[in-house]
């Protein structure tokens, strides 16, 4: 990604911070990795073949792209 700074960078829109996030510490990123690994433990144990390979690899991909669990409440009285 390029960025261009002119001397009215914030007319129009947002400064040049706005453009980049922050780095993420060690700690942020092994949270992260045992939440991922955590999700994909509890996809994997719902599966009726939990103890493949294949399954495992799948429910990553399956994570990695953003699948979500969503819980269907039914709120009719």
Known sequence: MAAYVGEKHDIGGVGIAALFLPIRTPEQIKAEAEARAKAIDAMVATCP???SDSTRIDCAALYD???AKFE???EQP
């Open 49 to 51: 073949y939990p103890g």
């Open 65 to 67: 792209a953003g699948y």
């Open 72 to 74: 269907i409440v039914d």
